[in-house]
């Protein structure tokens, strides 16, 4: 029967000091950006992992399979406005627009805890709660919130709307709002007076 292996104090020694160099470097495992560390300490997930040797930048976050991204946004709806010319002769965005827009984008962006957009076609939903007329009587307001009268104002349609909804998202969720391949949209007025839009995402595709 062999005999057991006996290591001298120096070689335990020195063995021990080797490994206490791996040993920190896995206690100070850390995502790579401050919004990757504050996505997994809020979803319970493990460390993000490192480098790869000879890898370069953040790793990219893309969202797993099954993932849906959602949000609301509570303010007044905003439809897509048309590109104004300066006396130059350049076109630019209304700020209205622009705002609502950026609201909608900051929205997106926390659904989607900093993933990386999808790269694939999308599915999408999208709830539009339009304010009720001050001067409608109570009987009136009543019927709308139940759903009995249906916005039909033309100004912040639903297309306009959903149009600034889609441009908004671009980068976020989606690369381009070209990969939306399926979308379902409603308008109603708002019940209780909250008005604003409710956003669903997936992928149909991996």
């Known amino acids: 029967m062999p005999r057991p292996l006996r290591l001298s ?4 020694a020195a ?3 080797r490994a206490k160099p791996a040993r920190v470097a896995r206690a100070k495992r850390r995502p790579q950006t401050v919004g990757e560390f504050v996505a997994e300490e809020l979803r319970g997930l493990a460390w993000a992992r490192p480098k790869r040797q000879g890898e370069t930048g953040t790793p990219k976050r893309l969202p797993e399979p099954g993932f849906v991204a959602g949000f609301v946004l509570l303010r007044d709806p905003i439809g897509k406005g048309r590109p104004r010319m300066t006396k130059a002769g350049h076109a630019f965005t209304p700020s209205p627009t622009r705002a609502y827009e950026h609201a909608v984008k900051v929205e ?4 989607m805890s900093y993933r990386d957009p999808w790269q694939v076609p999308v599915a999408v939903r999208i709830e539009v709660w339009m304010p009720i007329p001050a001067s409608w009587s109570k009987v ?3 019927k709308a919130e139940a759903g009995y009268i249906r916005p039909t104002s033309p100004r912040n349609d639903l297309d306009n709307v959903v149009k600034a909804v889609l441009d908004a998202c671009n980068d976020v969720l989606w690369l381009d709002d070209g990969q939306v391949c399926e979308l379902t949209a409603s308008r ?3 019940v209780g007076g ?3 839009i409710r956003v669903e995402a997936r992928a149909i595709a991996f």
Not at 9 to 12: K, N
Not at 108 to 111: D, F, G, N, P
């Open 9 to 12: 104090a120096a070689d335990h």
């Open 108 to 111: 997106a962006k926390i659904a």
């Open 188 to 190: 109603r007025y708002a």
């Open 140 to 142: 009136k307001k009543e």
């Open 15 to 17: 063995l021990t000091q």
């Open 194 to 196: 909250e008005t604003g």
